[in-house]
């Protein structure tokens, strides 16, 4: 039967921009209701996504460098993979995760209602239970936030079996490591998992259409960071289109050409990934029948306020356009809470970082150098490499550098790149900066506890207005 109850806003989807819109316009005074299909709360993020991916990356890195990186430190080992309890330290992880919004859930008096949501017209959302029941939540706002699935490749008929061809979704999950592993895509997801893999004994090839890893990233850095990956044990075959990808003796193929036109090639694997993106998703959300627009590329057409075209209806995270990342998807879910309070949500999409959990990390925030160059801005460049930081040379993580852009004239920070260990913690300095507009100079100029890694960050800093003092 169908019974309904009202609310100030229901959230369809419970990832990072869902779950904590509804966190934040609860703690404002709304009543709130949260949907989610899935089993548990968390979204990609928490259940096969951020969460599960970095638990995978710790541990095969303290793996990787009990096996290569110990003996130089004087510490003798000769470590035992135990894949299962790998899995299970990761599974352990995402349950604390998801059992902790659930229980954000119940302190903010917030509704979980599990099933599959769909929006009837404005005012109104449908959830159909898996055992088909029925139920309607009326409500005065809608909040999409039903974020992305595995995209595939573009012209392409992949054949997933979540054993030899997988996405993301299994490639978290192999019950065994496969001796050789293709990875199709050399972007955030496919270079962290294929780390995964490499480190616990795969050989991993990258297949990559663009003639760089990590596309949007800075050139400097995706240069320096593929050669590290090399060492590492990765092979790369840049610059090449997947045509066929497909099941044989060995496992599975993949065939690709020359981006521009050549010799096809195959390769052979046990395990291909398929790690070419994502995209938003919106299945049977109803969106048609509710009149709300999408936009070429199927995202929910939103304003700056995150409003669809319908009134009532928004949507914010991986649906809508920008950078799918967990902590955007997050802010925008506090700035519409905020926005439907009644108070001036925004989101400064200028500084957003990025960070690739690899070994060494990657994290970027801001303009790249391309970035700058293609819009005519005048700017002065400061680097640091961690071989000349005491910290890195202690610790033996000498790898990589920091490179801080700045305004010829005025000097306001306008982009920050580290490939280096601890770039995920250390990138958030220079957002924080960037967000307050500070200057190369007043990053050089704040005292930086020593000896640390970030010290690196202040001497990128002093090279771009000064000269460095270590080098
Ligand atoms: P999602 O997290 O995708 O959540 C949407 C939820 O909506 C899902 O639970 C879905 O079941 C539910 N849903 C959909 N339709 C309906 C419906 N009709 N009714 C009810 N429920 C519905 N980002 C980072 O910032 N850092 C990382 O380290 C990182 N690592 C990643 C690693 C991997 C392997 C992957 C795949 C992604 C990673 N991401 C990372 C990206 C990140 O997961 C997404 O940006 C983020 O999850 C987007 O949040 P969201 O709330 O928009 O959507």
Request: charge should be negative; hydrophobic fraction near 45%.
């Amino acid at each position: 039967s169908d019974t309904s109850e009202t609310f100030d806003l229901v959230v369809i989807g419970s990832g990072p921009g869902g779950y904590v819109c509804a966190v934040k316009a609860a703690q404002l005074g709304l009543k709130v209701a949260v949907v989610e299909k899935r089993a548990t709360y968390g979204g990609t993020c928490l259940n096969v996504g951020c969460i599960p991916s970095k638990a995978l990356l710790h541990a095969s890195e303290m793996f990787a460098e009990a096996s290569h990186g110990f003996a130089d430190l004087g510490v003798k080992v000769t470590p035992e993979l135990d894949l299962p309890t790998m899995l299970a330290h990761k599974d352990k992880t995402v349950r604390a995760n998801t059992d902790g919004v659930a229980f954000l859930f119940k302190k903010n008096k917030i509704t979980g209602v599990t099933g599959a949501g769909r929006i009837v017209k404005a005012g109104e959302v449908e959830v159909t239970a898996e055992d088909g029941a029925k139920r309607t939540l009326k409500t005065k706002a809608i909040c999409i936030a039903t974020g992305s699935s595995v995209a595939g490749i573009p012209g392409l008929d992949v054949a997933f079996d979540r054993d030899t061809i997988v996405s993301s979704d299994d490639a978290i999950a192999l019950k065994k490591v496969p001796a050789t592993m293709v990875v199709v895509g050399g972007g955030v997801i496919g270079l962290e998992l294929g780390s995964v893999w490499s480190r616990l004994g795969a050989r991993v090839t990258v297949v990559e259409y663009l003639d760089k890893i990590l596309g949007p990233m800075d050139a400097d850095v995706s240069t320096q960071f593929q050669k590290l990956l090399v060492k590492q044990g990765f092979h790369f075959k840049l610059g090449a289109r997947v045509t066929a990808v497909a099941k044989s003796s060995a496992g599975a193929s993949v065939t690709f050409e020359p981006a521009q036109g050549g010799a096809a090639e195959t390769l052979e694997a046990e395990v291909v990934l398929i790690a070419t993106g994502r995209k938003p998703y919106t299945d049977g959300l109803g969106l048609q029948d509710a009149g709300v627009s999408l936009d070429k590329a199927g995202r929910v057409e939103i304003d700056a306020h995150y409003r669809t075209n319908v009134e009532g209806i928004y949507a914010i995270g991986d649906v809508v356009k920008g950078p799918m990342l967990a902590h955007k998807a997050e802010d925008e879910g506090i700035a519409l809470a905020e926005i439907l309070a009644g108070q001036k949500g925004h989101v400064n999409y200028a500084v957003i970082p990025s960070v690739v959990y690899t070994s060494p990390e990657v994290a970027s925030v801001g303009q790249t150098e391309e970035e700058l160059k293609k819009n005519g801005v005048a700017y002065k460049v400061g680097k640091f490499p961690f071989s000349a930081n005491g910290r890195a040379r202690a610790m033996l993580h000498t790898d990589g550098f920091v490179k801080v852009l700045a305004d010829a004239k005025t000097d306001r920070v306008l982009g920050a790149h580290i490939v280096g260990h601890g770039a995920g913690e250390m990138i958030a300095e220079a957002a924080v900066l960037m967000e307050f507009g500070g200057s190369s100079e007043d990053l050089a100029r704040t005292c930086h506890a020593h000896p640390t890694m970030s010290e690196a960050v202040r001497e990128a800093a002093f090279a771009a207005f000064a000269k460095p003092i270590h080098m």
